[in-house]
């Protein structure tokens, strides 16, 4: 059992930047792909990042590339989401997930966080 807390999110201007923490409880966490999700209201959950276990390799969504940066620090039992101009249309909750396979699809992973809201103002 992997359970996750996400933190970090809030309010910010738009162009500016945020950076979401998601910490895992247990000992395993170095054996699981993470990833980050995000949900506008209104809108399916939608794939961010996401980085393999050892943390070689990374595959962002197009939306993101170049904007946003995944990482971990195994560790510290946690995966994080650099996020850089930020635009109005980030404003989403912002979910974690760790699974034994790196993917974008949300039906891969078997453990989710709580999820964490980021509001960009314009």
């Known amino acids: 059992q992997v359970q996750l807390v996400e933190s970090g999110g809030g309010l910010v201007q738009a162009g500016g930047s945020l950076r979401l923490s998601c910490t895992a409880s247990?000992?395993?966490?170095?054996?699981?792909?993470m990833a980050w999700f995000r949900q506008a209201p209104g809108k399916e959950r939608g794939f961010v990042a996401t980085?393999?276990?050892?943390?070689?390799?990374?595959y962002y969504a197009d939306s993101e590339r170049g904007r946003f940066t995944i990482s971990r620090d195994n560790a510290k039992n946690t995966v994080y989401l650099q996020m850089t101009k930020l635009q109005p249309e980030d404003t989403a909750v912002y979910y974690c997930?760790?699974?034994?396979?790196?993917?974008?699809?949300?039906?891969?992973?078997?453990?989710w966080g709580q999820g964490t809201q980021v509001t960009v103002s314009s």
């Open positions: 980085i393999t276990s050892s943390g070689g390799r990374i």
């Open positions: 247990g000992r395993t966490f170095s054996e699981y792909a």
């Open positions: 997930a760790a699974g034994r396979t790196s993917s974008t699809r949300a039906g891969t992973y078997d453990y």
